[in-house]
């Protein structure tokens, strides 16, 4: 069970968010790697952690939003491949932290 969660939908989930910041930001293969760090970094509360599933070969779509990781704060301390359970699609979770300090306001 989580506990104190709140779900945002949607492209203005800034906006939604009402100047909160939270402790994890997640997206299911909805932007780009480099807008969802845009988006949802100044949503993270310091040293919290953005999660981006995205597809098998995402290798290149890391190295384009490096820039983004540094202008937002944001470091890649894991990745994890995986199957889907039904389909056996192959993902890839990578896990962003925001730095204690460096988390967008």
Not at 26 to 41: D, K, V
Request: aromatic share 2%.
């Amino acid at each position: 069970t989580v506990k104190k969660s709140r779900v945002i939908l949607g492209q203005d989930a800034a906006g939604a968010a009402m100047g909160r910041r939270f402790d994890t930001v997640t997206s299911r293969a909805t932007f780009p790697l480099a807008a969802l760090m845009a988006q949802g970094s100044p949503l993270l509360a310091p040293g919290g952690v953005l999660i981006a599933m995205k597809g098998p070969n995402v290798g290149r779509e890391i190295e384009e939003a490096r820039s983004a990781a540094v202008s937002t704060g944001l470091a890649l301390r894991e990745h994890h491949r995986l199957r889907l359970p039904v389909t056996g699609d192959c993902r890839t979770i990578l896990v962003y932290s925001a730095a204690p300090s460096a988390a967008k306001r």
